[in-house]
């Protein structure tokens, strides 16, 4: 992905401007597509217990049957970490455009994400030590695949607000850096281990 010079001697990633001749349209199911392919991999290991939990609580059903409504309730979690792919574009593109017509505020971006970076590392931090694990809905005796789906869902949107503060600093710090995945893959691994333990 391309890097853009700008005025404070740091670089912007290309990725939230469309290329030339690429539609807004196509920029945004690019980024969508990359997103996707990224965060829902690197997130998959917090998705592993509140799953296997919601297979073991399905008591009493078919194993085939069990399986698909596991499965259905792994694409809907990785569904609910691809949805915020949309206003997080949204609001770079904004940013980024923002920044090429002011140059004065682009001057003071590298400050901004900096604190932006600091905010968000205390923010996940805090929300990992006050919000409980996954809670599972109650699992009726014949499941439906609809069902699986809304529990499916409602663990992903539960995994991605209590991973809200490392995204923000994820995108402060660039999150295609090498460095900063390397860094939020070690931080998915360690809470993938202390969700087991609880």
Do not use: K, N
């Not at 990725?15 to 991999?41: D, E, T, Y």
């Not at 290991?45 to 059903?61: I, K, S, W």
């Not at 901004?112 to 699992?139: F, N």
């Amino acid at each position: 992905m391309g890097q853009i010079p700008m005025p404070g001697g740091w670089t912007m990633a290309a990725m939230w401007l469309p290329m030339c001749g690429q539609s807004r349209l196509a920029a945004l199911a690019g980024f969508i597509g990359m997103w996707a392919a990224m965060m829902v991999p690197m997130m998959l290991p917090l998705a592993v217990t509140p799953l296997r939990r919601y297979r073991a609580a399905l008591v009493g059903t078919e194993r085939w049957r069990a399986r698909l409504l596991t499965a259905a309730a792994g694409c809907a979690w990785a569904v609910a970490w691809t949805v915020p792919a949309l206003p997080l574009y949204v609001a770079g593109t904004i940013v980024a455009q923002a920044l090429l017509d002011l140059p004065a505020l682009a001057r003071i971006v590298p400050v901004l994400a900096a604190l932006a970076g600091v905010a968000g590392a205390g923010w996940h931090a805090v929300s990992w030590c006050r919000r409980p694990a996954h809670a599972l809905d109650a699992v009726c005796a014949r499941p439906a695949v609809v069902a699986a789906l809304r529990q499916g869902a409602r663990l992903g949107s539960h995994c991605v607000r209590r991973c809200a503060g490392m995204t923000v600093a994820m995108v402060a710090a660039g999150f295609m850096e090498t460095g900063t995945m390397a860094c939020a893959i070690a931080v998915v691994a360690v809470e993938s281990v202390r969700l087991r333990e609880r």
